[in-house]
Nanobody, 122 residues
C-alpha cells in the first residue's frame, strides 16, 4: 500500500491550496479515505473523510472552507482548502481504511501517507 501526498506549501492567510494523494496497492474504490493533520505541539486530528460512494464528512473547524473529493479511476484523493488561516498550519496526512467502504464514527485508518507541510502566514 502506498499513499503519496503532494500540493503542500506556504500561502498567505485567505489563500488556497489543493492537496492530492495518489493511492496504490489496495482496492481504493472500496475504501474509506481521509485527510488528517497535526500542528506543532498538538495531537493529530481528523479533517475530512469520504466514503466509497463519495459522501464526505468534515471537522467543524473546516466546514465551508475545505472540500474533500476522490477520483476513483485515477485512484487519487484531493483536499481543496480555501480561506486558509494560521490555525490551518500543520502537516497534512492522507489516510486509508482498507476493507471499509463506509466511514463510521471512530473508524481508524490502517495506512498513512508520509505527510505534506502546509504553512499559512498571517
Amino acid at each position: 500500500v502506498q499513499l503519496v501526498e503532494s500540493g503542500g506549501g506556504s500561502v498567505q492567510s485567505g489563500g488556497s491550496l489543493r492537496l492530492s494523494c495518489a493511492a496504490s496497492g489496495f482496492l481504493y474504490s472500496r475504501s474509506c479515505m481521509g485527510w488528517f493533520r497535526q500542528a506543532p505541539g498538538k495531537e493529530r486530528e481528523g479533517v475530512a473523510l469520504i466514503d466509497g460512494d463519495g459522501r464526505p464528512t468534515y471537522a467543524d473547524s473546516v466546514k465551508g472552507r475545505f472540500t474533500i473529493s476522490r477520483d476513483t479511476p485515477k485512484n487519487t484523493l484531493y483536499l481543496q482548502m480555501n480561506s486558509l488561516n494560521a490555525e490551518d498550519t500543520a502537516v497534512y496526512y492522507c489516510a486509508a481504511r482498507t476493507g471499509s467502504t463506509n466511514c463510521p464514527s471512530g473508524l481508524q485508518p490502517n495506512y498513512w501517507g508520509q505527510g505534506t507541510q502546509v504553512t499559512v502566514s498571517s
